[in-house]
T-cell receptor
């Protein structure tokens, strides 16, 4: 089991629905990430939160809206998605830099999203 | 310059053999090089990682070799087992307070019994 917990594991939604993905970690990490992964492809970075502030938005369409309510939680709000948005959505977390050195990034098992 | 090139795309190795996956990068500002293992239906799991001040790192059957001058690094899996069958991603990282990973394209490893 991973230390980054994502819910739900599977989600099927219509193009007019509004849903949210949730991610939780209790490792004290202050950086949290959302990735999108298509089949047989590497994860693609979507958003980065550092100390609960949005630090990176990789030009993601506004139908994806991230939220970081506190240092342990990360949400991804979904609205009016397109069929091409069907993918595995991964959450990850990492410590902040330690003595100027990057720290490992830990992934959850993702939410498998299908858009009808 | 932000790319990480990974090869081969797929690999079949007999049980007990050595699996070797190679990656190359251009950006000399990368300062952290992790390898991730991903099983179907699961998220990527950190396998082993290296920093550019070290030329080799070994953890159990897994070894990273790092060649800074050639801007290349590789993963060696010794005594490969069927349970090692998975997709492997190399990555390189830039970061200032958080980590922006650039992933390779992935290698699907199949270890035959």
């Amino acid at each position: 089991d991973t230390e980054v917990t994502q819910t739900p594991k599977h989600l099927v939604m219509g193009m007019t629905n509004k849903k949210s993905l949730k991610c939780e970690q209790h490792m004290g990490h202050r950086a949290m990430y959302w990735y999108k992964q298509k089949a047989k492809k590497p994860p693609e970075l979507m958003f980065v939160y550092s100390y609960e502030k949005l630090s990176i938005n990789e030009s993601v369409p506004s139908r994806f809206s991230p939220e970081c309510p506190n240092s342990s939680l990360l949400n991804l709000h979904l609205h009016a998605l397109q069929p091409e948005d069907s993918a595995l959505y991964l959450c990850a977390s990492s410590q902040a830099m330690d003595r100027g050195r990057n720290q490992p990034q830990h992934f959850g098992d993702g939410t498998r999203l299908s858009i009808l | 310059q932000q790319q990480v090139k990974q090869s081969p795309q797929s690999l079949i190795v007999q049980k007990g053999g050595i699996s070797i996956i190679n990656c190359a990068y251009e950006n000399t500002a990368f300062d952290y090089f992790p390898w991730y293992q991903q099983f179907p239906g699961k998220g990527p799991a950190l396998l082993i990682a290296i920093r550019p001040d070290v030329s080799e790192k070994k953890e159990g059957r897994f070894t990273i070799s790092f060649n800074k001058s050639a801007k290349q690094f590789s993963l060696h899996i010794m005594d490969s087992q069927p349970g090692d069958s998975a997709t492997y991603f190399c990555a390189a990282s830039l970061g200032t307070g958080f980590q922006k990973l650039v992933f390779g394209t992935g290698t699907r490893l199949l270890v035959s019994p």
